[in-house]
């Protein structure tokens, strides 16, 4: 019996556009069993049933992984538990490709190494930052350069998190067709140095730069606003409660607030009787990423 554990992960943090990464207290969760043949059993209200083993998200990634290393994959039981919700700019698909990733290196005892595993991760989702956090933990900054991904962890930050996940979901092509295609040379010179300083800013303690930094994001923040119903107001009712900075999670349409160690439940209590349609919760950043226990049968 094995069970694999993945983090949820929120994406560019405002300027660290495609690139920015963190993993966050919430969880995906895979128990696998060997068995006679492939089935997968939902422990969870937010993952739609799937009508044949072949078609499910996990099968579909791990035998792609397997072929790809030249393995077999044994059939097994696969239980999920989930508190990520699909579609709502949390990483729900990222930490899918992580375990999937995992199940073929447990299954096939392949020892791969993190790079190899980001490498398989990146190759799927296209771009690094969530599955980067996803995999490795904390706040990741990675970026993809031809067949190879390059990342660096921050050193622990001390903060504590509050998400706005809506009812409502937005798919991430969706929220990419909103934005430019190109941008001028001076405007992109000065939305990396936006990015820049928020990254240095984390790094030397200053957080109230960092998000000054993270709400004047050029990359595109701006552009996915119009699509996220209540953007300017919680980033403002945030702000007055005492967050440091407030940007859309990944692609959207969940916000996330950056704020003070030790203030974060109390935020999220005044913002719940300010927007009583949301999922409003505290949340931390998971410093630990994938994580894997074995049990005898
Ligand atoms: N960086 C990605 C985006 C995250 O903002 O579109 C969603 O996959």
């Excluded at 499910?56 to 397997?66: E, G, L, W």
């Excluded at 919700?85 to 791969?112: D, F, K, M, T, W």
């Excluded at 107001?233 to 407030?246: M, N």
């Excluded at 409003?280 to 894997?292: A, F, S």
């Amino acid at each position: 019996m094995l069970e694999i554990i993945v983090p949820a992960s929120s994406a560019n943090v405002g300027p660290g556009f495609d690139s920015a990464g963190i993993a966050l207290t919430r969880y995906l969760t895979i128990k696998v069993k060997k068995a006679e043949e492939w089935k997968f059993i939902h422990e969870t209200p937010l993952v739609p049933e799937v009508n044949h083993y072949k078609n499910h998200y996990i099968y579909k990634i791990a035998t792609k992984v397997a072929e790809w290393n030249s393995c077999t994959l044994p059939p097994c039981h696969v239980t999920m538990h989930t508190e990520i919700p699909l579609a709502r700019g949390l990483g729900s698909s990222a930490s899918a490709i992580v375990a999937s990733i995992e199940l073929v290196n447990q299954l096939c005892g392949l020892n791969l190494t993190e790079e190899e595993k980001l490498d398989f991760a990146v190759k799927i989702e296209g771009h690094p930052d969530n599955v980067a956090a996803a995999l490795l933990g904390g706040f990741v900054i990675s970026v993809k350069m031809g067949e190879e991904t390059k990342y660096k962890k921050l050193p622990k930050l001390d903060m504590d998190l509050v998400v706005y996940i809506p009812s409502f979901e937005l798919k991430t092509d969706e929220s990419r067709k909103v934005l430019p295609k190109q941008f001028k040379m001076k405007d992109a010179a000065t939305a990396s140095a936006i990015s820049n300083l928020m990254v240095s800013s984390l790094l030397t303690g200053d957080y109230k730069l960092a998000g000054k930094m993270m709400e004047s994001d050029l990359f595109h923040e701006t552009y996915r606003a119009k699509l996220i119903p209540n953007y300017y107001e919680i980033r403002s009712h945030a702000r007055e409660l005492g967050a440091y900075g407030t940007v859309i999670s990944g692609a959207g349409p969940t916000m996330i607030s950056f704020v003070p160690q030790g203030e974060g439940e109390k935020i999220a209590e005044k913002m719940r009787t300010i927007f009583p349609d949301y999922d409003i919760e505290k949340l931390e950043i998971d410093e630990e990423g994938l994580r894997v226990k074995t049990y005898e049968d």
